[in-house]
T-cell receptor, first 113, second 115 residues
Framework: KAGVTQTPRYLIKTRGQQVTLSCSPI?????VSWYQQTPGQGLQFLFE???????NKGNFPGRFSGRQFSNSRSEMNVSTLELGDSALYLC????????????FGPGTRLTVT | SQQGEEDPQALSIQEGENATMNCSYK?????LQWYRQNSGRGLVHLIL?????REKHSGRLRVTLDTSKKSSSLLITASRAADTASYFC???????????????FGQGTTLQVKP
């Protein structure tokens, strides 16, 4: 099976712009979670989707949003980008909405200038 | 918010030596997992230990869990240069059942294995 794919892999945006990141889970996986990784804050949970429903949301401002499509693919959107949004954004999928083993994609490296 | 802390933050050893990393967490858990991350890439699942287990092995990996001390350790035996990476422990969300994909990660231990 193909692994989790994330597009784009690298992105440079200007402060104030918005960005959309995409994640395709492993075939058959219905749960998709998103994490932000920065040197200062480490890995932080953004949100989790299962069968197109948001099940959990982390402590991030409303500028961060996401959705999941019927084919389990997921997108996350960040509006009005700030310099502090520069990070590696990781997507993970699992067959069920459980806290068991998750499969991570390679991440999208977002740089905000 | 971070669930716990990992110790040490950085570890440098020679190939063939053993590496031990520790993780502490704050709340009751259903399970604890360890992940590896090679420089700026995605995380790879290494091993999961359930709250009712005390020790688990997988190849050169040995994980222990002490729920009374809210701590876990990851031992990598006979380390190789390819083991150079960051290692993270992750727990499920406080007070939740296992029916959530949310993981809470520690800050990680950066391991360097010198050839």
């Amino acid at each position: 099976k193909a692994g989790v794919t994330q597009t784009p892999r690298y992105l440079i945006k200007t402060r104030g712009q918005q960005v959309t990141l995409s994640c395709s889970p492993i075939s058959g996986h219905r749960s998709v979670s998103w994490y932000q990784q920065t040197p200062g804050q480490g890995l932080q949970f953004l949100f989790e989707y299962f069968s197109e429903t948001q099940r959990n949301k982390g402590n991030f401002p409303g500028r961060f949003s996401g959705r999941q499509f019927s084919n389990s693919r997921s997108e996350m959107n960040v509006s009005t980008l700030e310099l502090g949004d520069s990070a590696l954004y990781l997507c993970a999928s699992s067959p069920l909405a459980t806290s068991y083993e998750q499969y991570f994609g390679p991440g999208t490296r977002l740089t905000v200038t | 918010s971070q669930q716990g802390e990992e110790d040490p933050q950085a570890l440098s050893i020679q190939e063939g030596e053993n590496a031990t990393m520790n993780c502490s967490y704050k709340t009751s858990i259903n399970n604890l997992q360890w992940y590896r991350q090679n420089s700026g890439r995605g995380l790879v699942h290494l091993i999961l230990i359930r709250s009712n287990e005390r020790e688990k092995h997988s190849g050169r990996l040995r994980v222990t869990l002490d729920t009374s001390k809210k701590s876990s350790s990851l031992l990598i035996t006979a380390s190789r240069a390819a083991d150079t990476a960051s290692y993270f422990c992750a727990t499920d969300d406080e007070g939740s059942s296992s029916n959530t994909g949310k993981l809470i990660f520690g800050q990680g231990t950066t391991l360097q294995v010198k050839p």
